[in-house]
C-alpha cells in the first residue's frame, strides 16, 4: 500500500510515474495522492507514458485527481483495476472538476493504439468514471462498470464542477477536429451517475457501444457529437444496448441504431431483471481477480430481452445476444440460455415389449475454433462443439493445447483445468447434452499472443 497523503510539496503530484515499459505492476494500493495549493488542475495516483505495461489489481482512491491516467504510450493494458472516492478540491478549475476515475488522452500523431481497459470499476469520483477526452488513438473499454460519478464521494451532493459521466468516449473540447478516431465501449455497465451513462462528449467519430446496460443516469446514453462545420450532432453505432430508469437516451437523431432496448419493441421494467440493487457493486472481486459474481441488472429467466441482440462478433449464448451488458449464461451466478437444449429421451418405465433395443450410433463430436478478438497481450477465443456422431450425447470434453505463451485466465459456459499449455474443457450442466448434429459453444479470455490459433484442439464425448 503506497498512502502519498503526508507529501507537502507544493507542485502536482504523480503517485507513480510510469515512463518505462513492459512493465506490470498488480496488487498495489495507491491513495491519497494530494494536491497542496490552487494552481493546478490536478494530481495523478498512477500517470502512464510509457507503452505494453499491464496494470492489474490496483486499488486507486482518494487521491486529487486520477486514479491511472494514460497521458500517451500504446497497448498498455488496465485490468481488473478499481478507482474509487478519487477527488480534487485543490484545484485551478473547480472542485471536483478533474478527478476521473480511468482516463486516457493519447497524443495526435503518436500512433499509440491498443491500449484497453477491462474489468475495471469507478465509482464515488467526482468528475467521470472513465474519460477519453482527447484521445487521439483508439481505445477500447469493455466489461467495466461506472457509478456514482459527480457527488462528494459517499453523498448525493453535487460537486461544483464536477461532470458526472459513467463512460465518456471521446470529445476534443467541445470543436471538430480532423483527426479523431473511433473508440469502443462494450459490454459495460454504468448505473446512478449524475450525468450520462454513456456519453459521446462532442465527439468527430461513431464510436462501437455495443452491449452495455444504462441504468437510471441522466440520460443512459447521450450521443452528443459535432460535425464538420462545428454543428450538434447524433453519433455513434449502438447495438444491444439496455436504457432503463433515468432518461433512457439524447441525442440519437443520426445515430446508427438497431436491438438496443429503445428502438425494439421491448417493455422494460424491474421484472426484467433478477435485481436492480445498486448497493454492492463495490463487493470484492473474486479470487482470480474477476468482477464479483452478482445478480445485479443481469436478465431474470423469463426476460423478454434475451436474444434481443444482433451479432457483432462478441460471443453469445442461445440465438442471439442478449440485451444489455450481461449474457444470460455467461457466469454460474445468470441463468442458461432459454433455447431448450437438446434432452435425452427419457427412460420408459418398463422395457419395450415389440421393437428391439436399438444399438446406440457412434457418438462423437468435433471442436472447431475461432477467435473473436485480440489485443496487446491477450485474445479472446470460441469453440463450437458439434455431435457428429449419429446418437444423442450427454457430455463433452475438449483437449486444447496452446501455442507458447498463451494461457487461459478466464472461461464461460464450460469449466476447464489447465495444466502447463494443455486445456481441458468439460460442458456446463445445461450445454452437455447433444443431439445428432446440435452444437454447444464456449468462450475464454486468455493471455498471449492471439495471432496463433490452438496447435491442436479434440474433442471427446459420451
Ligand atoms: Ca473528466
Ligand atoms: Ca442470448
Not at 450520462?196 to 462528449?201: E, I, K, L, P, V
Amino acid at each position: 500500500m503506497f498512502d502519498f497523503a503526508a507529501i507537502k510539496d507544493s507542485c502536482r503530484v504523480k503517485g507513480f510515474d510510469v515512463t518505462g515499459s513492459w512493465l506490470h505492476l498488480k496488487g498495489l494500493e495507491v491513495k491519497g495522492v494530494p494536491q497542496n495549493n490552487m494552481l493546478n488542475h490536478e494530481s495523478w495516483g498512477v500517470w502512464v507514458s510509457g507503452s505494453n505495461n499491464t496494470f492489474e489489481l490496483l486499488d486507486l482512491h482518494h487521491n486529487m485527481g486520477p486514479g491511472l491516467f494514460i497521458q500517451n504510450g500504446g497497448k498498455n493494458l488496465v485490468l481488473s483495476c478499481d478507482s474509487h472516492h478519487n477527488y480534487d478540491p485543490m484545484t485551478s478549475n473547480g472542485a471536483g472538476q478533474s478527478a476521473d476515475g480511468f482516463g486516457a488522452h493519447i497524443s495526435a500523431g503518436s500512433g499509440n493504439t491498443g491500449n484497453v481497459f477491462r474489468g475495471c470499476r469507478a465509482w464515488w469520483n467526482t468528475d467521470d468514471g472513465f474519460d477519453l477526452i482527447n484521445a487521439f488513438e483508439p481505445v477500447v473499454i469493455e466489461d467495466s462498470w461506472a457509478w456514482n460519478a459527480g457527488y462528494l464521494p459517499d453523498t448525493m451532493t453535487s460537486v461544483p464542477d464536477g461532470n458526472g459521466n459513467g463512460f465518456k468516449a471521446g470529445g476534443y473540447g467541445g470543436g471538430y477536429v480532423s483527426n479523431g478516431v473511433k473508440h469502443t465501449v462494450r459490454l459495460s455497465v454504468a448505473f446512478n451517475n449524475r450525468a450520462s451513462g454513456f456519453y459521446a462528449n462532442h465527439h468527430t467519430v461513431a464510436d462501437d457501444v455495443f452491449d452495455n446496460t444504462g441504468y437510471n443516469n441522466h440520460p443512459d446514453f447521450n450521443m452528443l457529437g459535432v460535425d464538420s462545420t462545428g454543428a450538434a450532432i447524433g453519433i455513434g453505432n449502438l447495438r444491444n444496448n439496455l436504457a432503463y430508469g433515468g432518461t433512457l437516451t439524447s441525442n440519437m437523431s443520426g445515430t446508427n441504431v438497431s436491438n438496443n432496448s429503445w428502438n425494439l419493441s421491448v417493455s422494460l421494467s424491474d421484472a426484467q431483471f433478477q435485481s436492480v440493487s445498486t448497493s454492492g457493486w463495490d463487493a470484492p472481486r473474486q479470487a482470480d481477480g474477476n468482477l464479483p459474481a452478482l445478480p445485479y441488472l443481469h436478465l431474470a429467466a423469463n426476460s423478454t430481452l434475451i436474444d434481443k441482440g444482433t451479432n457483432v462478433g462478441l460471443p453469445f449464448n442461445g440465438q442471439a445476444p442478449d440485451l444489455g451488458a450481461f449474457e444470460s449464461g455467461s457466469t454460474p451466478t445468470t441463468t442458461p440460455p432459454t433455447t431448450t437444449p437438446p434432452t435425452t429421451t427419457p427412460p420408459s418405465t418398463r422395457p419395450p415389449t415389440t421393437a428391439p433395443p436399438t444399438t446406440p450410433g457412434p457418438s462423437g463430436c468435433t471442436a472447431s475454433y475461432q477467435l473473436a478478438g485480440s489485443w496487446s497481450g491477450g485474445f479472446q477465443g470460441g469453440v463450437t462443439v458439434t455431435n457428429s456422431g449419429s446418437s444423442t450425447v450427454g457430455s463433452w470434453t475438449v483437449h486444447l493445447t496452446l501455442p507458447g505463451g498463451q494461457a487461459v485466465t478466464q472461461l464461460w459456459n464450460a469449466s476447464y483445468t489447465q495444466s502447463g499449455n494443455q486445456v481441458t474443457v468439460t460442458n456446463a450442466s445445461w450445454n452437455g447434452a447433444l443431439a445428432p448434429g446440435a452444437t454447444a459453444t464456449f468462450g475464454f479470455l486468455a493471455n498471449g499472443d492471439g495471432g496463433t490459433p490452438p496447435t491442436t484442439i479434440g474433442c471427446t464425448a459420451s
